[in-house]
């Protein structure tokens, strides 16, 4: 499937062009997220059930891959119909592939200011191959749940959580940035789709709050054209989306707030942007990206 709705041929160079300049903004952003959101080392909670999904997180956020991918293979050995299990295995792998290929580190775009000038890293092809697996399993595992209940939330929640991860790897590691693009669309769509009936599953908000923002900012043709795709774009909505997620989510709040800082550093509002790493500072001490950036926002 064509991302966009145009097969005149001879719109087709531009419009290549035009995919990538907003895959390449959006995606910059976004792999420097990713780069806060792992190296984020969060305070331990009480109460974690030693079996949980939230366990490996908390190993994965603290770069322990190894012992995070146990975790989540006895998680998907005792609860085999979540496909969260299987999401959560894939984004263990792709986050260590990231980490080994040096990608996890603002440092990887110090040195490619124009991020796609040079070639794709070399990825492992074994994690490559176990990568898909895991998000081949979680698909399937969706399809049957969503065949028995349409408005399954974990089922909805994890295909949106697919195509995200599908998004990230081809264009991190492939630098395919179309078909990432494709995936973003897809997995906003989804989670619209968990939206429409479950309004409380806040951490659904993050695909609509970053596409809607970054899409949103883009120039007014390119943000109609995108619209057509079927892209949101509404910088606005995109903020309040994220803002919720923040204030409400779950899993990605932390998340959400990364995403907010860079916006606000963005939209030229240090004094918000402060604000919210000071407070990401605080709650996570042992990561030093936001530190770093905050004495970035003072002696700019």
């Not at 995606?27 to 949980?52: E, G, K, Q």
């Not at 005792?78 to 984004?91: L, T």
């Not at 054209?225 to 910088?235: H, T, V």
């Amino acid at each position: 499937m064509n991302p966009l709705p145009f097969h005149a041929t001879e719109r087709v160079s531009k419009l290549g062009w035009m995919l990538y300049l907003v895959t390449r903004q959006l995606l910059t952003n976004v792999a420097v997220l990713l780069a806060c959101l792992v190296a984020t080392r969060p305070i331990a909670r009480a109460n974690v059930p030693p079996d949980s999904l939230e366990r490996g997180f908390q190993l994965l956020y603290n770069l322990d891959f190894s012992q995070a991918q146990k975790q989540f293979s006895a998680y998907q050995e005792q609860h085999p119909d979540d496909p969260m299990g299987a999401v959560s295995e894939a984004s263990g792998l792709l986050f260590s592939e990231l980490n080994r290929l040096g990608i996890l580190s603002t440092h990887f775009f110090d040195r490619d200011p124009g991020f796609g000038s040079k070639p794709a890293p070399r990825a492992d092809p074994a994690i490559r191959e176990r990568f898909d697996s895991a998000l081949e399993r979680a698909e399937a595992l969706t399809r049957r749940q969503l065949r028995r209940d349409a408005k399954d939330r974990r089922a909805l929640l994890a295909v949106t959580l697919v195509n995200g991860l599908r998004a990230d790897y081809s264009s991190l590691l492939e630098h395919r940035y179309g078909l990432a693009l494709h995936y973003t669309r897809d997995a906003t769509s989804h989670a619209r789709e968990l939206l429409a009936f479950c309004q409380d599953c806040y951490d659904a908000y993050i695909a609509t709050g970053i596409s809607g923002y970054l899409i949103g900012s883009v120039s007014a043709p390119l943000r109609w054209i995108l619209r057509m795709g079927g892209f949101p774009a509404s910088k606005k909505q995109g903020i309040a989306d994220l803002e919720l997620v923040s204030e409400r989510g779950h899993y990605l709040a932390p998340y959400a707030r990364i995403v907010l800082a860079m916006a606000e550093i963005r939209e030229k509002n240090p004094a918000r942007a402060r604000e919210l790493l000071t407070q990401l500072r605080d709650e996570f001490p042992g990561n030093p990206l936001f530190t770093r950036e905050l004495m970035r926002l003072t002696t700019d």
